[in-house]
């Protein structure tokens, strides 16, 4: 299986921030890098698909990049209602898998 | 509205048996593949399994935890997805999700069908 790996597992940042979130791949999986935010008691919400592009709807200070092994998330200015859960997910091979979580907290 | 419904989660004792559905309504349910997804309390997402559309012949994958044990169907013509869950086991306790699934393609003929539409969830808890 795949093993993703997110660092760091904690982060605090103030509003304002720019911060950049890292997923790792224990194997090349190309672009198929999914990321999503959860905030408590919520589903989950899909942010990017194929590493870098933008779900519909989801604001433009949320970026995405990389390919193979290494992924990073970027919000760009934090936001209030960015404080929560970020997973990434891995498509290229089953058992689809999950990194472990980044939770982001208000500093 | 785009949305999915889950229901069926309930108290069962190890070794006891479940059935979850997901109701999706606002788009055509027969054209995705359909995903189901869950989460232990405090824990991390895990994917539970897969089931394609009928053009690619409803056929299904699993996650190694519950695979034999769980099955994944779908009624088309009632815009259900199913969850059968048996020989169920204290750390199946979780959240489960269901979720639409979407395709994209990165060209070359290369696709993928990712997970764009969540349902809220329904709780099952697995204790004597």
């Known amino acids: 299986d795949i093993q993703l790996t997110q660092s760091p597992p904690f982060l605090s940042a103030f509003v304002g921030d720019r911060v950049t979130i890292t997923c790792r791949a224990s194997?090349?999986?190309?672009?198929?890098l999914t990321w999503y935010q959860q905030k408590p008691g919520k589903a989950p919400k899909v942010l990017m698909y194929a590493a870098s592009t933008l779900q519909s709807g989801v604001p433009s200070r949320f970026s995405g990049d990389g390919s193979g092994t290494e992924f990073t998330l970027t919000i760009s200015s934090l936001q209030p209602e960015d404080f929560a859960t970020y997973y990434c997910?891995?498509?290229?091979?089953?058992?689809?898998?999950f990194g472990q979580g980044t939770k982001l907290e208000i500093k | 509205e785009v949305q999915l419904v889950e229901s069926g989660g309930d108290l069962v004792q190890p070794g006891g048996s479940l059935r979850l559905a997901c109701v999706a309504s606002?788009?055509?349910?027969?054209?995705?593949?359909m995903d189901w997804v869950r989460q232990a309390p405090g824990k991390g997402l895990e994917w539970v399994g897969r089931i394609r559309k009928k053009a690619n012949g409803y056929t299904t994958e699993y996650a190694a935890s519950v695979k034999g044990r769980f099955t994944i169907s779908r009624d088309d013509s009632k815009n259900s997805l199913y969850l059968q869950m048996s020989s169920l086991k204290t750390e199946d306790t979780a959240v489960y999700y269901c979720?639409?699934?979407?395709?994209?393609?990165?060209?070359?003929?290369?696709?993928?069908?990712?997970?764009?539409?969540w349902g809220k969830g329904t709780t099952v808890t697995v204790s004597s």
């Open positions: 979720a639409r699934s979407t395709e994209f393609t990165l060209g070359g003929g290369i696709f993928r069908n990712y997970m764009d539409v």
């Open positions: 194997q090349g999986i190309s672009t198929f």
């Open positions: 606002g788009f055509t349910f027969s054209d995705h593949y």
């Open positions: 997910q891995q498509l290229n091979s089953y058992p689809y898998t």
